[in-house]
C-alpha cells in the first residue's frame, strides 16, 4: 500500500498570506495525485486532479505541482473561506490511498 | 445537476451487518465508477471500496476485505456497499463519491454526497 504522509499536520497563517502543503508518496504515483478540501460537517470537495489540474469551479489561487513521490498545493493568498483541512489522494495502485490531512487555520 | 444522496446508516452490534445505499441523479450512472470513502469522528478520510461503471470489477482496502461487500444497480441508479461482521472500528460517516474520469475505475472523485452515519456499539 502506497502511504502518503502529508506536512505540516497544522498550518496557522493570516488571511491574504500564501499557503504551502506538501504531500509525499512512499513511491512514485507519477502524476496520479489529487488534492481535497474539508470544512466542518461538510464532504470532501475536489481541488486539484492529476497533480496540477484545477477542478471545475476552483478558483486560480489554488495550484497543484509535482510528480512521482512529491507534490505540492499551494493557496497564492489566502481567503476566510480557505480555512480548513486539505487531504490528498493517489490513485496510482490499488487500493487508493489518502494522506492524513493538512489543518490550515487562522494565525 | 449531480446529485448523491445516501441512506442506510444506523446503530448495529459488533458482528452485525449494514447496507448502506447511495442514489445518483444527473449523470450517465453506468459510464462512472464509484466509490465508498468513511471518516471516523474526528479523524481523516479513508478510502473503502471502488466498482467500475460495468460493475465487473470491485475493489476494497485490506481492513474490509471479506466483510464488505459493494455492488451497483444500474437500472436503478444505486451504489450500494453491503457491511458484514462489522466491529467498533467501523464506525464512520461513509461517503459515496463519483469519480471523475469516465471509464476510469480510478479516478479521482468530483462529486459526494453528505455521507450516512455508521455506528457500531453494543
Known amino acids: 500500500e502506497i502511504v502518503l504522509t502529508q506536512s505540516p499536520a497544522t498550518l496557522s497563517l493570516s488571511p491574504g498570506e500564501r499557503a504551502t502543503l506538501s504531500c509525499r508518496a512512499s513511491?512514485?504515483?507519477?502524476?496520479?495525485l489529487a488534492w481535497y478540501q474539508q470544512k466542518p460537517g461538510q464532504a470532501p470537495r475536489l481541488l486539484i486532479y492529476?497533480?496540477?489540474n484545477r477542478a471545475t469551479g476552483i478558483p486560480a489561487r489554488f495550484s497543484g505541482s509535482g510528480s512521482g513521490t512529491d507534490f505540492t498545493l499551494t493557496i497564492s493568498s489566502l481567503e476566510p473561506e480557505d480555512f480548513a483541512v486539505y487531504y490528498c489522494q493517489q490513485r496510482s495502485n490499488w487500493p487508493q490511498t489518502f494522506g492524513q490531512g493538512t489543518r490550515l487555520e487562522i494565525k | 445537476e449531480v446529485q448523491l444522496l445516501e441512506s442506510g446508516g444506523g446503530l448495529v452490534q459488533p458482528g452485525g451487518s449494514l447496507r448502506v445505499s447511495c442514489a445518483v441523479s444527473g449523470f450517465t450512472f453506468t459510464s462512472y465508477a464509484m466509490n465508498w470513502v468513511r471518516q471516523a469522528p474526528g479523524k481523516g478520510l479513508e478510502w473503502v471500496s471502488a466498482?467500475?461503471?460495468?460493475?465487473?470489477?470491485?475493489y476494497y482496502t485490506d481492513s474490509v476485505k471479506g466483510r464488505f461487500t459493494i455492488s451497483r444497480d444500474n437500472s436503478k441508479n444505486t451504489l450500494y456497499l453491503q457491511m458484514n461482521s462489522l466491529r467498533a472500528e467501523d464506525t464512520a460517516v461513509y461517503y459515496c463519491a463519483k469519480v471523475k474520469q469516465m471509464y476510469d475505475s480510478s479516478g479521482s472523485l468530483d462529486y459526494w454526497g453528505q455521507g450516512t452515519l455508521v455506528t457500531v456499539s453494543s
Open positions: 466498482i467500475s461503471g460495468s460493475g465487473d470489477s470491485t
Open positions: 513511491q512514485s504515483v507519477s502524476s496520479y
Open positions: 492529476d497533480a496540477s
